[in-house]
């Protein structure tokens, strides 16, 4: 065989390569919705359980979207929708976030605050915290309000439930909790509500973000699909589950 005929040969395989891809095209890669692992919005041992958890798999199903989901520590699902690996998250929107995420819609909104042993605190509110630790989860925007307050010292815990445990050994004077969620958290980590106090600290909205850079941002078809759903059935949806997981 002569260089010409092993040169052709190779010339007709790269051809029918070519050929057999444009006939064939690639299955489109799965698209991945990850939760925050916070509780009650999604439960780290049971991910699909919890507010986000299962409202997101609703709307997608709804929307006849097929997507994997799945929970990630907060700054990976913030890092994911900035380069597109994560396609669309449920999270407080704020400017930054809309520079790499467009906001689908507002499903809800999210109280948060601190949560204290009665036994310990007459009464705490936020102009008593100065001088007291207090349990914060890194990355959050849920507290800015009290994060620079002058004599806080605030300790970063990894989770809500970190928190509830130090609370309870009084290794923390008070942590963050959110509302929904500062009933059925503290029964579920074997606290009694009755023994423990809550206050407000800031309300925000919480919003469907999807990732300028996923695939699913540049099918306008299926984001009219998930906008329809989010503000028609899933508000119906969302106020099952703000009431479940109270």
């Not at 891809?21 to 925050?36: E, F, G, K, M, S």
């Not at 396609?87 to 809800?108: G, H, K, S, W």
């Not at 007459?122 to 849920?142: F, M, P, S, Y």
């Not at 010292?153 to 989770?159: E, G, L």
Request: net charge positive.
């Amino acid at each position: 065989m002569n260089m010409w005929t092993v040169k052709l040969r190779a010339a007709l395989a790269m051809l029918m390569l070519a050929w057999s891809d444009a006939a064939w095209p690639q299955r489109p890669a799965v698209l991945i919705v990850n939760t925050v692992p916070v509780a009650p919005w999604t439960y780290p041992s049971t991910p699909a359980r919890g507010i986000a958890s299962e409202y997101m798999q609703f709307l997608f199903g709804a929307a006849d979207i097929q997507v994997q989901f799945g929970t990630v520590p907060y700054v990976r699902v913030i890092n994911g929708l900035r380069d597109g690996s994560n396609t669309a998250a449920m999270l407080i929107p704020d400017t930054e976030r809309d520079q790499f995420a467009i906001r689908l819609c507002q499903v809800t909104s999210i109280r948060s605050g601190l949560v204290y042993k009665k036994s310990r605190f007459k009464q705490l509110d936020i102009e008593r915290l100065g001088g007291l630790t207090i349990g914060l989860q890194r990355g959050t925007h849920a507290l800015d309000k009290i994060e620079a307050m002058p004599g806080l010292r605030p300790y970063i815990v990894q989770s809500v439930e970190q928190g509830l445990k130090m609370l309870q050994v009084d290794r923390l004077d008070a942590t963050f909790l959110s509302s929904p969620g500062e009933q059925i958290v503290l029964r579920d980590n074997g606290m009694s509500p009755d023994d423990y106090a809550w206050f407000e600290v800031e309300r925000a909205p919480v919003v469907i973000y999807v990732s300028r850079k996923a695939a699913l941002a540049q099918d306008a078809a299926a984001i009219a699909r998930l906008k329809g759903v989010c503000e028609g059935a899933g508000q119906a949806v969302m106020k099952s589950l703000m009431e479940k997981y109270r």
